[in-house]
């Protein structure tokens, strides 16, 4: 597609249930990123996938956390136990190349989760 | 690591007055950096990079930035802001080698008063 695709773009949870967020890039593009934008914070790393090199997970909050990436293309990312903590905006990016930061990020619009 | 700190969480104008807003990056290596612009409830968008060569860049609505490496620095200006560009502005550094990932600031909420 022209641009990233991210799904759903609102989700409301039950704490304690487990939340799927799904990621499209643009097509071609190596490198697929997953931020989490909370209220007044700025975007927080969770992780960075390249190619078929094994992912950067460093950014991962908890063990609850995970995300992967199929056919080095959609990505999802999953929270198990979802905490009121979880709240936020979650942010796909995805870029052309090995330095993909040379051409900077282009980003989707967010998925909002709400864990009431 | 790097880590980036945009000193100010808010920063009202009026319209038509110039504005700067401040970023300053820590990073033992060479770094690329950048400028983001969020419109409300927008998603994200590059509003200019420094990548290497003049230290002055230009991005677009008029925006600018200058690379201060002595100062570690990145501040973004503008001479004469309209309504438009009320928005959340976002620092940004990378590596220039390794890792590939962007290190963000904390925002700096720009709002326009008429």
């Known amino acids: 597609g022209a641009g990233v695709s991210q799904s759903p773009s609102n989700k409301v949870t039950e704490k304690g249930k487990d939340v799927e967020l799904r990621c499209d890039p643009i097509?071609?593009?190596?490198?697929l990123y997953w931020y989490r934008q909370s209220l007044g914070q700025g975007l927080e790393f969770l992780i960075y996938f390249q190619g078929n090199s094994a992912p950067d997970k460093s950014g991962l909050p908890s063990d609850r956390f995970s995300a992967e990436r199929t056919g080095g293309s959609v990505s999802t990312l999953t929270i198990q136990r979802t905490q009121q903590e979880d709240s936020a905006v979650y942010l796909c990016?995805?870029?052309?190349?090995?330095?993909?930061?040379?051409?900077?990020?282009?980003f989707g619009s967010g998925t909002r989760l709400t864990v009431v | 690591a790097q880590s980036v700190t945009q000193l100010d969480s808010q920063v009202p104008v009026f319209e038509e007055a110039p504005v700067e807003l401040r970023c300053n990056y820590s990073?033992?290596?060479?770094?690329?950096l950048f400028w983001y612009v969020q419109y409300p409830n927008q998603g994200l968008q590059l509003l200019l990079k420094?990548?290497?060569?003049?230290?002055l860049v230009k991005g677009i609505n008029g925006f600018e930035a200058e690379f201060n490496k002595s100062q570690t620095s990145f501040h973004l200006r503008k001479p004469s802001v309209h309504i438009s560009d009320t928005a959340e502005y976002f620092c940004a550094v990378s590596d220039k080698e390794g890792a590939q990932k962007l290190v963000f600031g904390q925002g700096t909420r720009l709002t326009i008063n008429p």
């Open positions: 990073s033992s290596v060479s770094v690329y």
């Open positions: 420094y990548l290497s060569g003049s230290t």
């Open positions: 990016a995805s870029s052309l190349v090995l330095i993909g930061t040379e051409y900077g990020y282009t």
């Open positions: 097509s071609g593009h190596t490198a």
